[in-house]
């Protein structure tokens, strides 16, 4: 059965102050790995996409890593605008499924 | 492009009442979901269709059905409404060409069940 664990399940930071939330994942066949953003009362938002391990992607402040059995969400010099709650997913390729399997969640705060 | 949009954006029912929520996409994706979100469980799939004319059953599908009413339209209905059917809905598409397997959430129906 396919597993993401998020940590910390919250976060609070400085603006400015740089920090990692962290996904660790097990999955049969790991087609995807999906780094989303949500604001209270709103949708996710999605972010990234990584695929194999050693890919990395960025966009502004937030930069995404993946390892075999883990995934990085680097925030640099965040700003109080980055407070929202980061989901990370995964997608196996067990069944030919189409199906993410979901993280907690880790809730960002960045203070001013 | 609106992308994904839900109707309506908050409904309370009494137990035993039966709702459709609604869901419609603009961006020709040929798969679509529905999930529901609960305070330290995060999101978990109740049904999902791979195309229109399929659906099948995802993590939590008890006291739910849907509909797959054409390619743009997936509805999820609840046949009679229980306390612990009160959540957060959201419904996602996702495409076939090119970021095949991104999907992408609708703003969420907010149901409370008395």
């Known amino acids: 059965e396919d597993q993401v664990t998020q940590s910390p399940e919250a976060l609070r930071l400085q603006e400015g102050e740089s920090s990692s939330l962290n996904c660790s994942y097990t999955?049969?066949?790991?087609?995807?790995l999906f780094w989303y953003r949500q604001d209270p009362g709103k949708g996710p938002e999605f972010l990234f996409t990584l695929y194999s391990a050693g890919e990395e992607k960025e966009k502004e402040r937030l930069k995404a890593t993946l390892t075999k059995k883990e995934s990085f969400l680097h925030i640099t010099a965040p700003k109080p605008e980055d407070s929202a709650t980061y989901l990370c997913?995964?997608?196996?390729?067990?069944?030919?499924?189409?199906?993410?399997?979901f993280g907690k969640g880790t809730k960002l705060t960045v203070n001013p | 492009n609106a992308g994904v949009t839900q109707t309506p954006k908050f409904q309370v029912l009494k137990t035993g009442q039966s709702m459709t929520l609604q869901c419609a996409q603009d961006?020709?994706?040929?798969?679509m979901y529905w999930y529901r979100q609960d305070p330290g469980m995060g999101l978990r799939l109740i049904y999902y269709s791979a195309s229109e004319g399929t659906t099948d059953k995802g993590e939590v599908p008890n006291g739910y059905n849907v509909s797959r009413l054409n390619k743009r339209e997936f509805s999820l209905r609840l046949e009679s409404a229980a306390p612990s059917q009160t959540s957060v809905y959201f419904c996602?598409?996702?495409?076939?060409?090119?970021?095949?397997?991104?999907?992408?959430f609708g703003p969420g129906t907010r149901l409370t069940v008395l």
């Open positions: 961006m020709n994706h040929n798969s």
């Open positions: 997913a995964v997608q196996g390729s067990q069944g030919g499924s189409e199906k993410l399997v």
């Open positions: 996602a598409s996702s495409g076939t060409s090119g970021r095949w397997y991104e999907q992408f």
């Open positions: 999955v049969s066949g790991l087609r995807g």
